[in-house]
Nanobody
């Protein structure tokens, strides 16, 4: 069983930055691609970014490209999402998730299957 725990959310003004972290339990973190998703009130969950198991390839939704950076430290079982130039429309609960299939390096699609999810961390961007 894999547990994912996100942290780092909070309230920030538009134009500000936040860094989210996601710590995974177990010994398999380094073998799997990971992703970040978000869900705003009244909206469906949407894909934000994905990263390969090795960290060498990444993929972003158009809405965050150039502003967000996904990264990982396999030695620490930790996934990150650096969010810069935040906008009010970035307000959502952010979730990390593990993509199915070990050692997958891409390509990535928003509809890919993810089998483990964290509980989420709230990000609120004020205007």
């Amino acid at each position: 069983q894999v547990q994912l725990v996100e942290s780092g959310g909070g309230l920030v003004q538009a134009g500000g930055s936040l860094r989210l972290s996601c710590v995974a339990s177990g010994r398999t973190f380094s073998s799997y691609a990971m992703g970040w998703f978000r869900q705003a009130p009244g909206k469906e969950r949407e894909f934000v970014a994905a990263i390969s198991w090795s960290g060498t390839s990444t993929y972003y939704a158009d809405s965050v490209k150039g502003r967000f950076t996904i990264s990982r430290e396999n030695a620490k079982n930790t996934l990150y999402l650096q969010m810069n130039s935040l906008k009010p429309e970035d307000t959502a609960v952010y979730y990390c998730a593990r993509r199915t299939g070990p050692y997958y390096s891409g390509p990535y699609y928003p509809g890919d299957e993810y089998d483990y999810w964290g509980q989420g961390t709230q990000v609120t961007v004020s205007s």
